[in-house]
């Protein structure tokens, strides 16, 4: 119970950091910047959600601890629709802001580190 736990902070403090880098981008750079920032930041921290559900749903529903296979199939998967998501932010999205695209997503997947040194 206590992994769920940490998953579901990992998420919650993914979009806690999204809304701030957000706000910052908006009142000192602009309005191109925040859009930027969110679409980056949501990019990440809504595949990251869904692994966590995948990962957590069944053990509500049975006594399911998911297999090794299943965490690393998951993480692959979730990198690949990142990927694709940032993909086509890129391709899609003219008035992309660079370092408000990079800061964010270094600081969203960041978060991991955020929540373990919080937690000791």
Avoid: C
């Amino acid at each position: 119970m206590y992994a769920i736990s940490d998953m579901m902070r990992i998420s919650l403090a993914q979009y806690v950091i999204v809304f701030l880098v957000t706000v910052v981008s908006a009142f000192f750079v602009g309005q191109d910047a925040a859009y930027t920032a969110l679409m980056a930041g949501l990019a990440y921290a809504v595949p990251t959600t869904l692994l966590a559900l995948f990962l957590v749903l069944p053990k509500f529903l049975t006594a399911y601890s998911p297999s090794a296979v299943a965490v690393l199939g998951g993480e692959f998967v979730k990198i690949l629709v990142v990927v694709l998501l940032l993909g086509l932010m890129v391709g899609y999205y003219e008035n992309l802001h660079w370092p408000a695209f990079i800061f964010t997503i270094i600081a969203v997947a960041n978060s991991y580190f955020i929540v373990l040194f919080k937690r000791h």
